[in-house]
């Protein structure tokens, strides 16, 4: 028995030795990533954020409040959400400075359209340089743009504007975002390779290069227009069988024959109508002009394709990826209908923990997923309470319309038999006299 214990805790002390490397190489990995920015929204959030003025002295400046919602999987969970129809909203909060160079930059946020937005966008911004938060507007210039943007039934795009040298840059693929009322996170990932994945809730919607997915660089290679297919290139896929030969009496076969089938009609009379002869029909046998048969082309190097070539207009920039120094996040729209809740920004420079986030705040998916569908059978009981009082009042005036229309009749009826009768008793009253 103490031979045993004794294994047990040598067994355990082997277990935590093992395990120290796998600990250490985690720790590691924590303590060099690092969180530039994150704002949950929780007390205090008004300390780091400011509100711009733009468009304040036009009366078309709109306001955020601080809510979690009309249906929200934690009531706690607080965003800010603009709350005034066809307005523009601007709030910036100033980060630590931050540089991607040789880094990973994660910019990451969630946002609920509870509104029918009909047309207006709900992406983020990260600006560079000096900014007058109090100014900040859409004339503001920024290093990146990213998120939704939404326009009737047609419009649901996904912004990713970077930008190179003071000009700003679009993502040349059509990227597509969340239309419903529930919600989404975004996350941007831009690495030092130039690489880059666009995720929504956790899930890689599109990945790619900077070098090819934006036109800021020219390409790196291009097809040589003028290269000419060699006289010996052989494009032909198939060629006909030089040793097929034509049967033997296969031009003879008829192209139709009469139709055995069929019968002389029992009143055909020749002589008024002639020899009968039996219509003709496709025939079976015959197979068309004769062809030789195709086979394969031994000599057969494929289309002929342009060569790619290096474009002498490439110059690479090794720092195509590496953005402006970072300084201020901020929120700039414009929406018809307002009601989106910002929440759960972050920028990082480790993808895992941006993940982390966003299974965290998904804990509650399923509750905020019930309370929209009650909050929307209230809507729909509202809606269809309010349809009822409609048809109701509709039904009440089309009834007084009614009244009063037979009242205003009954009296012309009235009037005119007091005149008639008058008429009458007044030519009596004449003829007596």
Known sequence: MGFLGNSSGFSDKLKKLLLLPLLLSFLLTFSLSEVIFEERFEDGWQSRWVKSDWKKSEGKAGSFKHT???????PDDKGIQTSTDA???????????????????????????????????????????????????????YSVMFGPDLCGTQTKKLHVIVSYQGQNYPI???LQCET??????????????????VLIDNRERESGSMYSDWDILPPRKIKDTKAKKPADWDDR???EDPNDVKPEGYDSIPAEIPDPKAKEPDNWDEEEDGLWKPPKIPNPAYKGPWRRKKIKNPNYKGKWKNQWIDNPEFEDDPDLYVLKPIKYVGIEVWQVKAGAIYDNILICDDPEYAKQVVEEVFAHRESEKEAFEEAEKVRKAREEEEAQRAREEGERRRRERGHDRRYRDKERYRDRYRRHHRRDYLDDYHDEL
């Open 172 to 174: 040349k693929k059509d």
């Open 68 to 74: 979690a919602g009309k249906w929200a999987g934690d």
């Open 180 to 197: 419903d009322k529930l919600a989404h996170f975004y996350t941007f990932i831009l690495r030092p390779d130039a690489s880059y994945s």
């Open 237 to 239: 896929e198939y060629i």
């Open 87 to 141: 307005r523009h909203f601007a709030i910036s909060a100033k980060i630590p400075e931050f540089s991607n160079k040789n880094r990973t930059l994660v910019l990451q946020y969630s946002i609920k359209f509870e509104q029918e937005i009909e047309c207006g966008g709900g992406y983020i911004k990260l600006l560079s340089g000096f900014v007058n938060q109090k100014k900040f507007g859409g004339d503001t210039p």
